[in-house]
Structure formats: structure tokens, C-alpha cells
């Protein structure tokens, strides 16, 4: 009897079928996983802000939440210190134009807040300016920012070829 050992044409066509369709699967799993992660730092970093907002207003006294950039850190005296997931960092998208609100110029800077701070006043209103969050691989973008106005109001954006407005939070 003569036995033939390998594998047909045919087979080898499957197993490369099957291990083009788990690594398609895994990527999509990592693609969702960095969008839920960076969409959670974004909405946790906007109760932050409205809760800093909310303390100043019941003391009476500023609040100053610092960012710092290059260790994905950010912090306010005694009452918060926070480190961004593993997965996500303060940035951008390359020639992406921004603000979010209105975009006109191609975003420079991962934050526009003033020295990398947001400022809460007794008063209620907050400082200005953009925070941008990307995860590491650089394929997803959201932002939170606050435009000058009497009364404060925090808007988170996902950047999806275009800025789309996720919810508009009212401070006072």
C-alpha cells in the first residue's frame, strides 16, 4: 500500500481561513476595548470636573485640577490624583482640526487649558479650553471642552472623521 503524509491545497486554505478569521476577531475585541476604556476616562474625568466645580462652589474657594501631559497623571490638591488607563493618553489625532465645537485649525496641543490646569471658581464657572484623549495606537479620539460663557457647560466630543457631540454637561 502506498500512503501519501501532507496536506492537500484545500486544507492548508482552511487553516489560513481560520487563523485570518481569530485574528480579525481579536483586533475588532482590542478596537472595542480601547473605545469602552477611553470613552470610560473620558466620562470619569467629567464627574471629576463637576464634582471639583461643586466643591468649589459649597467653600468658596478655587480649585485647580493640574494635567500632566507626559506621565498621563492628573491631580487636585488632597482631593483626587488620578493616572489614565494604560491604554489611553492625553493626545490627538494627527491633522485633526479642532475645537470640537467649531473646528478651524489643526489641533497642536493635548490640552488648552491654561498651563495644563482647569480652574473651578466659587462662582461656578470654569476656565476654557480643550482636553483630548487618544489610545495608544492613535485610531480613536475623544475631548472635553468648556467655550467661555456665563455659565459653564462641559461638552465630551468622539472624533469620527468628524466631531460628534457625546453630551453637554451644565455646571452650576
Known sequence: MHYKYGFTLIEILIVISLFTLLATLGVMQLSFLDDTIAHAEVTKLATICSYLQ?????????HILICDVQNNKYHCNTLVHEKL???ITFGFLP?????PGS?????????TFPDSSIHFYPTGIISSGTMY???KTKTIMYAISNKISQVSRLRLYRYEGIWKLLSAITLS
Open 133 to 135: 484623549l487618544t489610545n
Open 54 to 62: 461643586q466643591r468649589a462652589m459649597t467653600t468658596n474657594n478655587e
Open 95 to 99: 491633522n485633526v482640526l479642532g475645537s
Open 103 to 111: 473646528p478651524s485649525h489643526t489641533i497642536k496641543k493635548a490640552i
Open 85 to 87: 488607563s494604560q491604554r
